[in-house]
């Protein structure tokens, strides 16, 4: 198992960063690719970025590729999500998850799921 806890969240302006954390418990965290997946309200859960398990291939949605960057540590069984030119439809609860195959874009393809972080971007 893997238990995922995610940090970093805030408010913050048009045209901020942030950066996002996601600490990792559990032996199995490196056999894992990790994903960045958002919910805003009264939407559905929407695909951010993901990470293979080596860290070699990483994935973005089309909405945030170019501003956001997904990376990993696996030795400190920790994922990270830098988020750059934030814009007020960037603003969700953000969730970090686990999915055993690389790439996985669907939320109902990662088996593990921290409790969310809110990140709310003022115009």
């Known amino acids: 198992q893997v238990q995922l806890v995610e940090s970093g969240g805030g408010v913050v302006q048009t045209g901020d960063s942030l950066r996002l954390s996601c600490a990792a418990s559990g032996s199995a965290f490196i056999m894992y690719a990790m994903g960045w997946i958002r919910q805003a309200p009264g939407k559905e859960r929407e695909f951010v970025a993901s990470i293979s398990w080596g860290g070699r291939s990483t994935y973005y949605a089309d909405s945030v590729q170019g501003r956001f960057t997904i990376s990993r540590d696996n030795a400190k069984k920790t994922v990270y999500l830098q988020m750059n030119s934030l814009k007020p439809e960037d603003t969700a609860v953000y969730y970090c998850?686990?999915?055993?195959?690389?790439?996985?874009?669907?939320?109902?393809?990662?088996?593990?799921w921290g409790q969310g972080t809110q990140v709310t971007v003022s115009s």
């Open positions: 998850a686990a999915a055993l195959a690389s790439g996985s874009r669907k939320p109902s393809e990662y088996d593990y």
